[in-house]
């Protein structure tokens, strides 16, 4: 959710260098329950990231067994190298530790060597492997995917949470058809408004907008899906909708009322300008009204859709809502740079703050945030994003998997909440700032 506010000129530097430095000093790496298996395994992972990875990863014999085998190898650009052989690894002193690999293609006379950063996954005798890139081996281990999902899928059983289905090709078409029946309704019901279709790869706009301003909106839609991907670790070209998303946005904000009323029967919408109807079957429909600041209605459009991307990403666990709300205001502020709103929220928020020297206890675990408390949300995914992506990526993909956010902020970043928010505090002048 968002709340509309006028915007002063302000600059806000999130975090300064020191600042960096700071959350890199006190982000060391403790020791975790990963870190101490691996250790039993002879392995000395050097921070938590390594010893995450290293769960699933192969052995350097298991590794030397790959070659002279045929594989798909999936590459960061998103092209699939079909039925390559594995011809040679290039490590380091550990075996394991991949920096490149050498393919041949069937009718080839040499091999094309592929740095280990340039892989995603590959297919070997139908078993799937990830390429998971370690920036202190300055090398890649490779994880045994299947044993890695099926030990997660147990794990998220006792939850009730599961990981999402691959939906095959025909049946995305079909999801993408029922969209547009429905739609169609919706267009009927406003046929007052002119309403018209836009479809782009991963999404199905709405609109009573005229065209040439529709145009940016779905630049930013796809920029916000390939970072996200980025950011989380999808490899890319991925779909990860149900058929696609759906976006109604209206020019006004009697007929948002309206749609919300008579589609989802909600009457209660605060100072909402945009809402993400998440279903639990992977449907997601984002309605939205654009009234008079077309930048922020850029970042409101990004902030929602982003809801519906965590929805589907992964597994269905739903994130806790400080980072959801935090990540969807950092991912708006960046593909929507034009619109101050969320840099506004950070200087509000840390005002509060200062006055406070404390989140108040409720920040970390409430279900809603208060309009101030964005501020706090974006400016903590930022810093953690900073200090490092690969932590950060950990961190996501550890709470989807089931970890609780605390356990997964250990394992990831090897500190507690206390540290974090001190680690915030320090960014903005508050060292002894608790949640
Ligand atoms: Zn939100």
């Known amino acids: 959710m968002q709340v509309s506010r006028t915007i002063p000129n302000s600059i806000f ?25 691996s250790t039993r395994l002879n392995a000395k992972p050097a921070n938590t990231v390594e010893a995450a990875a290293m769960e699933f990863a192969l052995t350097a014999e298991q590794v030397n067994e790959l070659v002279g085998k045929k594989a798909d190898v999936l590459t960061t650009t998103g092209k699939l190298e079909q039925n390559v052989e594995i011809t040679r690894f290039f490590t380091g002193r550990n075996k394991g530790h991949v920096k490149s690999i050498e393919f041949k293609a069937e009718n080839a006379k040499r091999g094309k060597r592929f740095f280990a950063t340039k892989l995603v996954e590959m297919t070997v005798d139908e078993k799937k492997y990830q390429f998971q890139y370690i920036p202190s081996l300055k090398a890649a281990l490779i994880e045994n995917l299947d044993q890695k999902k099926a030990a997660i899928t147990e794990k998220l059983r006792l939850s009730n949470e599961q990981f999402w289905e691959e939906i095959p090709e025909e049946e995305q078409n079909e999801h993408v058809e029922e969209y547009k029946t429905f739609l169609t309704k919706v267009g009927e019901h406003f046929s007052a408004l002119n309403m018209k279709f836009y479809e782009t790869k991963y999404f199905l706009f709405f609109t009573d907008m005229p065209a040439k301003q529709v145009a940016p909106y779905l630049i930013q839609l796809d920029k916000m899906n390939e970072l996200l991907g980025r950011s989380f670790g999808f490899k890319p070209g991925y779909n990860i909708w149900r058929g696609k998303a759906v976006i109604v946005a209206f020019m006004g904000k009697p007929a948002f009322l309206e749609f919300e009323k008579k589609f989802y029967n909600r009457i209660e919408t605060g100072n909402a300008i945009g809402l993400c109807h998440s279903h639990s079957n992977g449907k997601v429909i984002v309605s939205c009204y654009r009234g008079d600041d077309p930048n922020f209605f850029g970042a409101v459009l990004v902030h929602e859709t982003a809801h519906g991307y965590m929805h589907r990403y992964r597994t269905t666990v739903s994130i806790p809502t400080w980072i959801n709300e935090g990540i969807a205001d950092w991912i708006a502020m960046t593909v929507v740079p034009s619109s101050k709103e969320v840099k506004y929220r950070q200087t509000e928020a840390a005002a509060r703050l200062r006055q ?75 060292p002894r700032l608790t949640p």
């Open 356 to 430: 406070m020297q404390t989140f108040g206890g409720q920040f970390f675990n409430s279900d809603r945030l208060d309009s101030w408390q964005y501020g706090c949300a974006s400016a903590l995914i930022q810093l953690m994003l900073k200090a490092s992506p690969e932590q950060f990526k950990l961190f996501f993909n550890g709470i989807k998997d089931g970890l609780t956010w605390q356990d997964s902020l250990l394992r990831a970043y090897g500190i507690t909440v206390e540290q974090l928010s001190q680690a915030y505090g320090q960014s903005i002048g508050i």
């Open 13 to 37: 530097r999130v975090a300064s260098i020191p600042v960096i430095l700071f959350l890199m000093l006190i982000l060391q790496p403790s020791e975790t329950a990963a870190q101490k298996r």
